[in-house]
């Protein structure tokens, strides 16, 4: 399975940018999928989570009521808006495809990862 991440840029702080995250073949539709993102110099951390269905979410507090989780299963993609973007929300960010149904915020808990890309937010 192959998950290819894209969107990331250079955006101005307060500024939005919006994440898409497409699998090679029809995995998604079973299966969570989350967001992390990692900063230099820093672990990899959870930022948004979307169960198979997409009727649950879960978010990290440092992105809630910033960003939002969407997916569509007939393009077997998923999506994180990100909005009201902060200097601290530089990082590269990862698509990830969970173990389990209801998604998951647990690096332990990912099947697949996407190959990153990078949002860079200025100040």
């Known amino acids: 399975v192959q998950l290819q991440a894209s969107g990331g840029g250079l955006v101005q702080t307060g500024g939005s940018l919006r994440l898409s995250c497409t699998a090679s073949k029809r995995t998604f539709s079973n299966n969570g999928v989350g967001w992390f993102r990692q900063a230099l110099g820093r672990e990899r951390e959870f930022v948004a989570t979307i169960s198979w269905s997409g009727s649950a979410t879960s978010y990290a507090e440092s992105v809630k009521g910033r960003f939002t989780i969407s997916r569509d299963n007939a393009k077997n993609t998923v999506y994180l808006q990100m909005d009201s973007l902060k200097p601290e929300d530089t990082a590269v960010y990862y698509c990830?495809?969970?173990?389990?149904?209801?998604?998951?915020?647990?690096?332990?808990?990912?099947?697949?990862w996407g190959q990153g890309t990078l949002v860079t937010v200025s100040s």
């Open positions: 990830a495809v969970s173990r389990y149904a209801s998604g998951t915020s647990q690096v332990s808990n990912v099947q697949y």
